[in-house]
């Protein structure tokens, strides 16, 4: 009887490890998130963007908050190839670089760019690094999750 119990204990053992050592253990490496495209889009009336082409909305106005100005009318929106979001609009002075969680996005890095705030802001994709241009004044940046570089 005793040798009964402890080799249906060992079966058992040994089959959940096998179903655990079956689990998902798929990976695909080297993804690129970025894309090649700034979003332009306008808040709505309780200040949520949306961006059908990439299929992501959120509130800006913590982001309105944080820049301390009461509304912009359009916010450039681009995302690396890391997969971080980095968000600005004219009068801001800083580029927002944002990464995705689960159902959120965390505040990664908060870089400022001029003290004047942008003019006419534009985001490009420039492969290791984001490049940010007033066209108000033509000067550039060049931005990536760590800051300015």
Wanted: proline share 4%.
């Amino acid at each position: 009887m005793a040798n009964y119990k402890l080799s249906t204990l060992i079966i058992s053992v040994a089959l959940m490890m096998s179903v655990a050592a079956c689990g998902p253990s798929l990976v695909i490496s080297d993804v690129d998130y970025a894309q090649p495209i700034e979003s332009v889009v306008s808040p709505d009336a309780d200040n949520i963007i949306k961006d059908e082409r990439y299929a992501i909305s959120f509130s800006v106005a913590p982001i309105l908050e944080e820049e301390n100005v009461g509304s912009a009318d359009e916010f450039r929106l681009i995302r690396n190839n890391r997969g971080f979001y980095f968000i600005t609009a004219a009068g801001f002075t800083n580029v927002y670089v944002f990464e995705p969680a689960d159902g959120e996005l965390n505040l990664k890095r908060k870089i400022e760019i001029t003290g004047d705030g942008l003019g006419q802001p534009a985001l490009n994709q420039r492969g290791d690094h984001i490049e940010v241009i007033d066209r108000a004044t033509g000067e550039t940046y060049q931005v990536n999750e760590e800051g300015r570089r």
